[in-house]
């Protein structure tokens, strides 16, 4: 049986689609492209999570940014440069 090479890739689980690292990169590298050649000087604003509130009830479920959030804008930010 021959071996499967696997790439890294992003999944919330087993049984949900698994997204390519791959295509996180080239989302970055169109983006800044894009940025460079319609808006040279302009900005991207991104929205975070917020918090959540289980039905009717008093119990507020906390949102956390995830740390990678700080990686994406650097990385975007290298593109850009």
Same mark, same amino acid.
């Given at each position: 049986? $021959?071996?499967?090479? !696997?790439? *890294?890739?992003?999944?919330?689980? @087993?049984?949900?689609?698994?997204? #390519?690292?791959? /295509?996180?990169?080239?989302?970055? +590298?169109? &983006? $800044?492209? +894009? &940025? +460079?050649?319609? $808006? #040279?000087?302009?900005? =991207? =604003?991104? !929205?975070?999570?917020?918090?959540?509130? %289980? %039905?009717?009830? @008093?119990?507020?479920?906390?949102? !956390? !940014? $995830?740390?990678? /959030? @700080?990686? &994406? &804008? *650097?990385?975007?930010?290298? %593109? /850009? *440069?």
């Amino acid at each position: 049986m $021959a071996a499967v090479e !696997q790439s *890294a890739c992003f999944s919330m689980g @087993d049984h949900t689609l698994k997204v #390519p690292m791959e /295509l996180f990169a080239l989302n970055r +590298r169109r &983006l $800044a492209e +894009r &940025l +460079r050649e319609k $808006a #040279p000087h302009s900005i =991207v =604003v991104l !929205q975070g999570g917020s918090d959540s509130h %289980h %039905h009717c009830s @008093d119990v507020d479920y906390k949102f !956390q !940014q $995830a740390g990678n /959030l @700080d990686s &994406l &804008l *650097a990385q975007i930010s290298m %593109h /850009l *440069a």
